[in-house]
Structures are given as C-alpha cells and as structure tokens.
C-alpha cells in the first residue's frame, strides 16, 4: 500500500493552485450538506478541506468518503484549488482517497474542542489528546523551547552531557528520593544532575549542560510540581553567580524571541501573544523580598524562613515581571552553594522567578574541599555518602557556578498554562504511572 504524502497541509502554498499533492493524515470532521460534502483532513501541521460535490466528483471517491468514520487514517490524492475561506486558503478536490487504517468508533474523546473532556480523560487518552490542534501547539513550543535553549547554550560554548539517572546518593536536601532495587543494592533516581554537573567542572570541561529528567517523591499535589520533571541545568567553571544569572536572564528572552519568531501558527492556535521579557532582569536581595512580603503581606515572614507559596506569589505581584532573589542565608540553600566570604551567613545563591512561581535556582558553588565537606556534616549529612564528589575537589576543580531551569515552568509560564500537567506529555504525579 502507498502511504506516502507528497505535502503537509501548511505546505500547500497560493502558487500551487491546479497542482496535484498527496496529503495524509487524519479525518477531522466529515460535513455531508446533501450536494455537497467537505472532509477536513487534519496533520501535525494543520488542516486541509477536501470539496467533493456530488454530481461530479468521482463516486467511488465519494462512497469512500462516506463510509470514513472519524479519527481514520487516510491518503488523498487530489488537485489545489485557492479557495479563501478554507483553512490555509486552499481547498482539495480528491482524484482518490485510500483508507490506511481505520478508527473504531465511539471514539474515547472529542478531538474537535467541542465537547470538553477531564484532565483525567485525556491523559488516559493521550494519544487523543495531542491529536487536538491546541495539545498539539503547546507540544509543538515545548519542542522549539528545548531547541532554543540548545542553541543558545552551545553558542556560548556549553558542551551537553548526559549523567546518570540511577544514583546512589541524594543531592538536594529537603525533597524525598524513589529509592529502586539494583541488583543486590539499593540505588534512587536522581533528584538533579548536580553532583555530576560539578564533577566535570574538576574534568575539564569548562562549560556543560543537561536536559533530562529529575525525579523528586514529593508527596504535595500542586499544578506546578510533577514527580518526574525536566530539569535544564548548567554548570561553567571560572564564572561567579552573577555571571550565570546573566546567562540565564539572557536565554530566557532568546527562548521567547526563539519561540515568537518560529512559532506563530502554534501560538495563534492557543490564542498567545508572547511578551517577550526584558533583560537585566530586576534583583532583589533575599532581604528586599522578605520586606515586600511583610509589607504586602498578612503572613509575615521572619529572616530565615524560606519563601512560602503564598510569599512568591505575593512579590511576584509586586514585581510583575521575571525577577532574581540573590544573596540567601547560607542555612537555607542547599551545602554546595557558596558562602560570601566577608558574610558567610550569607550564600552567593539565587532563584530566578517569574511573577507566578520559582523557575529557576543556581549559585556559584564551594570550591574548597574541606569546606565542602564541612558544610555537608553542617546539614546533617554523611560524608563518607559523598565520597565520589569529594574525591573531584581534591585535585584541582577550578571555581565555578551553574543552576537548573524547570522546562515544565518555563514552558507554562511563557504560555500561561495552568496547570503543569498540560506541557509534559506523560505526567508522573501521586495518582499516576501510567501512561
Ligand atoms: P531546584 O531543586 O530548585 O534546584 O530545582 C531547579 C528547578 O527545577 C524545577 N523543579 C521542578 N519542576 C516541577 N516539579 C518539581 N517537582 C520540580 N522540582 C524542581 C523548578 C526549579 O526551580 N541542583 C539545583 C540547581 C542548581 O543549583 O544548579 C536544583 O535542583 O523550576
């Protein structure tokens, strides 16, 4: 069987008016108006609609089509007629329509957008759902966000690396680990590429980025939390934290310009404008933000605590903008990060935000192996678990910095999508494993 198209819907320009194409893909909508009958014929890229009147289309092309049922797979062959109140500004009209495979019906979901289905329903049904022009869209951004991000990181000289995700020790205080069964041990997944990222620091290789899953047993069930998350993370050697968060202010307004200029039929589709954001982003200290709480605030925060949910969005109010909060307190982020050598109550750590929630967090990290080592007994962790870290600080690792952007955040925020479960196409939450 022939199942090869010639062209995707968006393909089909004005100049290819008489022209013949193949086009594949799926039965969007069949409308029958008695003389008349439109097929939308729906790809990745969009939609085309097939014209077929009655008295003189080919009836064989015609018995075909009335026996499609909706969601089938089909191949048509047919001649480019403009037509301007069609979808992409042409019309079909079918020499020949191949049925490739298809759909039972009643379908498990509408992919129309008439009918409106539960969270739950499409993603049990995901391979529906992404079927539907919007789903499709944001899929669509997310992949030009990864790609933008790729580009920009490798024009500033970051090579990207792959660690493992099996691990045997936890990197990030605070969140629980999935422990699994390896072998006759017992091993996690990885809750950030952290301890790797900084290994390779001391490895040479001067400037490195990972995208790829992290995985974090949180028990709290939010519309910004996922168990399984993808983390964008950096590490560069001889830069300080101020330097990354440049870095990082400036790919973010690369991804929106990226995304802006490649993705405007997607972000039509869904109905955005993107504001692109202007870099320097504006710096708090963690000082000022605990002051724009306590000022914009009925709960009131004492210096030390960390930020509450309700304190981020109090301040991201205020800010209205992406944002920096920098300079911590040294007993709130995580060993690693660096203490202010004139303050060591205070670490060179920051968190990125945008007014709705925290992006992104980094710091220029500690060098110095005892320190390190010091600092990792200080929050109640055992050493001797960090050996293999350790061991890099020993023999040269040059200073460096570095810190992890959730794609997931980044993706919702641009977007301003509600809810997490929306930009990652499998979610891993409390209720799901599957699919
Ligand atoms: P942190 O734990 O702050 O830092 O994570 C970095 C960013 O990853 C995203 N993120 C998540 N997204 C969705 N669901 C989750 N459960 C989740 N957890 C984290 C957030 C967050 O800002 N090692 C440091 C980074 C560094 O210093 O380089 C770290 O993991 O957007």
């Known amino acids: 069987m022939e199942f090869r198209r010639t062209h995707y819907t968006s393909q089909v320009t004005q100049e290819m008016d008489g022209q013949t194409v193949k086009l594949a893909g799926w039965v969007h909508e069949i409308r029958d108006l008695g003389g008349i009958m439109f097929l939308i014929l729906r790809d990745r890229e969009g939609m085309a609609q097939l014209t077929m009147f009655k008295k003189t289309i080919d009836p064989q092309v015609l018995e075909t089509a009335k026996s499609l049922s909706r969601e089938s797979v089909i191949l048509v062959e047919g001649s480019v007629k403009l037509e301007a109140k069609a979808p ?31 969270l739950d329903t499409r993603l049990d049904n995901r391979f529906m ?12 951004i997310r992949h030009h966000t990864l790609s933008a991000v790729r580009n920009f ?63 974090r047993a949180e028990e709290h ?13 950096i590490e560069a050697s001889f830069l300080d934290h101020e330097d990354v968060m440049q870095l990082l202010e400036n790919l973010i307004v690369h991804v929106y310009e990226s995304v802006a200029k490649n993705c405007a039929n997607s972000l039509k589709t869904i109905g955005k404008e993107l504001d692109i954001p202007k870099a320097p982003f ?38 209205g903008e992406h944002y920096f909060i920098k300079d911590w307190p040294t007993e709130i982020k995580p060993y690693y990060t660096q203490p202010y050598e004139d303050n060591p109550e205070l670490t060179k750590a920051f ?6 929630m925290e992006l ?16 990792i007994q200080d929050q109640g962790l055992n050493p001797d678990g960090f050996d293999f870290y350790l061991k890099a600080f020993k023999y040269g690792i040059p200073p460096h910095s570095g810190w992890g952007l959730g794609a997931e955040r980044l993706v919702m925020t641009m977007l301003d999508i509600d809810n997490i479960r929306d930009v990652v196409l499998f979610p891993r939450d409390r209720k799901r494993v599957s699919p």
């Open 351 to 356: 968190d990125m935000m945008h007014p709705r």
């Open 88 to 118: 992409g500004g042409y019309e079909l009209v079918p020499a020949r329509i191949d049925l490739l495979n298809p759909a039972q019906s009643p379908l498990p979901m509408d992919t129309t957008g008439k009918v409106n289905a539960e």
């Open 129 to 140: 759902d992404v079927r539907r022009p919007r789903v499709n869209a944001v899929f669509q």
């Open 282 to 319: 504006k710096r708090l200290t963690y000082d000022e933000a605990i002051e724009l709480n306590n000022e914009h605030s009925k709960e009131l925060l004492e210096w030390g605590d960390d930020l509450s949910t309700n304190a981020e969005k109090v301040i991201g109010k205020v800010m």
């Open 360 to 375: 992104s967090s980094g710091a220029q990290r500690i060098h110095d192996h005892d320190l390190l080592r010091q600092r």
């Open 221 to 233: 069930d939010t519309t910004r939390h996922l168990n399984e998350a993808t983390s964008i993370d």
């Open 153 to 215: 990181l490798e024009q500033e000289g970051f090579l990207e690396i792959n660690t493992p995700k099996v691990v045997a020790t936890a990197t990030e205080g605070g969140t629980a680990l999935f422990p699994i069964t390896y072998f006759d041990t017992e091993a996690f997944l990885n809750q950030s590429p952290q301890l790797f990222k900084q290994i390779m620091m001391s490895g040479g290789m001067d400037r490195v980025f990972e995208i790829g899953p992290i995985f």
